[in-house]
């Protein structure tokens, strides 16, 4: 019966990946960068072994350690994600709890991270042949450290869906997950310091990982290398640590997933509105764009599949101000208000994508292709607009470079609306799979990643291009310190802008009239991808 889930889990595979060459493209090259990436790790695994056994020890056990905590964490961004192994799917099969969470388990592994993590594990192996006691030693701990990864993913999977029941839950977890990701780079770059600030202040690295290889994510990956050291009794230890793990996190999932098949979670709650509240259409103005507007400015400020996206613009300035080494007074901190535009401008580029099946009662309001491009992109720069004032006026501030401020709002309103202006022609013309609402807003599809990438690409290339003579204006007024490029760049921002946005709602609308039956046929065709 396991054997038969996985053949029909790859058959849904090869069928969603059949039916879009653009997933399949994405699918084959993400594979290929994948083995790419083991390659590398191969490789440098066999030259480690010169650099001695110590060296060798704590590589693996802090990266196995980190490839768990990755496993450990991922579950939060999947949520309900993988649609063909869900265990509400699996329920109507004869299958117990166990055999179930068998079949899950081997899904799990035979996948693609799945398998890159098995492939990762067994390149230890040309690491440690200069070893044989930690070659022997790896036999058994690859397997348990590949299984504690496999496990411990599904059992967060399980708990995270039982928390999720409530949909606001769910959503709420997904976004705090996401802010962590667009930290991480700031959380790596402070962890990196304090183990500096630690080796400065005596404190021996080797201490470190060692503690870490006490540790449930890194006692199975540290044996091999206790064991060719000749710690026995440390080495046995840690494989019973490792093992305690994998077993403790098979009953902890066993209990979850057994108690939310007997009562699965709700998958939603629905509320209905305040009687008599309008909401956002009681305050813009009426008619189609109207009403296209405060639809569209309720998805922006409720719907967390577009509030997370937004989350990038705090970590902008920051992120410069990183890279900058902390100096609050370089031009490219004042700035960071044009990436806000950049980043801001581009991100309703399929819009009509995010409006799901739903899309079908906008063709049937007959709606005019202008009107609803209209519609969207006020939306849009109802909620980028402030955005990008904001964090202008607080780099600029924090800088102290106000002759600089010209600069950085006419390029950047020149990026925000170019960016609307071409997305308002790439929603009329593309579809992406995108998750559907109330969904985990991490949710992907194989190889769709790939093909959202390049169409994203592709407008961030259209609208700096559009706003090119702002931009060069703006740089002109930084290189050289003149007050009248950086009020030609403002002036250029604010006449280009909405020009290209006006553009692209006129050409945007006309795509719309045409293939607005196409654009639905297409969602209706990823329902359920």
């Not at 003149?482 to 802008?497: D, N």
């Amino acid at each position: 019966m396991v054997a038969t889930v996985l053949r029909i889990r790859f058959r849904i595979l090869g069928n969603t990946l059949a039916r879009n060459p653009w997933q399949l493209v994405g699918f084959i090259v993400g594979s290929l960068s994948a083995l790419w990436l083991l390659l590398l790790a191969g490789v440098g695994l066999f030259f480690l072994g010169n650099l001695g056994l110590d060296a060798a020890r704590a590589t693996v056990t802090v990266a196995g350690a980190v490839l768990t905590l990755g496993w450990v964490v991922g579950p939060v961004f999947a949520a309900g994600v993988d649609t063909t192994l869900d265990p509400a799917k699996l329920a109507p099969f004869p299958l117990s709890t166990t055999r179930m969470m068998v079949a899950i388990t081997a899904g799990g592994a035979t996948g693609i991270p799945g398998i890159a993590t098995t492939l990762g594990a067994l390149a230890t192996f040309a690491l440690w042949w200069r070893w044989p006691v930690a070659a022997l030693a790896a036999i058994v701990c690859v397997p348990v450290g590949v299984a504690v990864c496999v496990v411990a993913s599904r059992a967060v999977a399980s708990f995270a869906a039982g928390l999720g029941g409530r949909r606001r839950t769910r959503e709420l977890i997904a976004l705090l997950a996401f802010v962590v990701v667009i930290f991480a780079s700031p959380l790596i770059l402070g962890i990196l310091s304090l183990v500096r600030l630690a080796a400065r202040s005596g404190v021996q690295l080797d201490g470190i990982v060692e503690a870490l290889s006490w540790t449930p994510i890194g006692a199975a990956w540290a044996v091999p290398g206790d064991l060719a050291a000749g710690a026995v009794v440390p080495g046995v230890l840690k494989l019973l640590i490792a093992a305690a793990t994998l077993a403790v996190l098979w009953l902890l999932w066993h209990r979850s997933l057994a108690s939310s098949l007997v009562a699965p979670p709700a998958r939603s709650s629905a509320r209905g509105g305040k009687a008599g509240a309008l909401g956002w259409f009681g305050v813009v103005p009426t008619g189609p764009v109207g009403a296209t507007w405060g639809r569209s400015l309720t998805y922006w400020l409720k719907d967390l599949r577009y509030t997370r996206q937004l989350l990038i613009v705090p970590f902008l300035p920051i992120a410069v101000l990183l890279y900058t080494g902390f100096d609050l007074t370089t031009p490219v901190f004042a700035l960071s208000g044009v990436f806000v535009g950049f980043f801001l401008g581009v991100l309703p580029y399929t819009d009509v994508s995010f409006d799901g099946t739903a899309f079908a009662t906008v063709v049937q309001t007959g709606i005019s292709g202008r009107a609803d491009r209209a519609g969207r992109s006020l939306a849009a720069a109802s909620v980028g607009l402030p955005l990008l004032v904001v964090a202008t006026l607080v780099t600029v501030a924090l800088s102290g470079r106000w002759a600089l401020l010209p600069a950085a709002l006419g390029a950047g309103i020149a990026l925000l609306l170019a960016g609307y202006g071409v997305s308002a022609v790439s929603s009329a013309m593309l579809i992406v799979p995108t998750p559907a609402s109330g969904d985990n807003p991490f949710k992907r599809v194989p190889g769709a990643t790939f093909g959202m990438f390049l169409a994203f690409l592709a407008c961030w290339v259209a609208a700096v291009a559009l706003s090119s003579p702002a931009l060069v204006a703006a740089i002109v007024s930084v290189v050289t310190g003149s007050a009248g490029a950086a009020w030609l760049a403002l002036a250029l921002g604010v006449v280009i802008g909405p020009a290209v946005a006006a553009l692209g709602i006129t050409v945007g609308g006309r795509a719309f009239d045409t293939r607005a039956p196409a654009l639905l046929a297409r969602l209706r065709a990823l329902k359920g991808v």
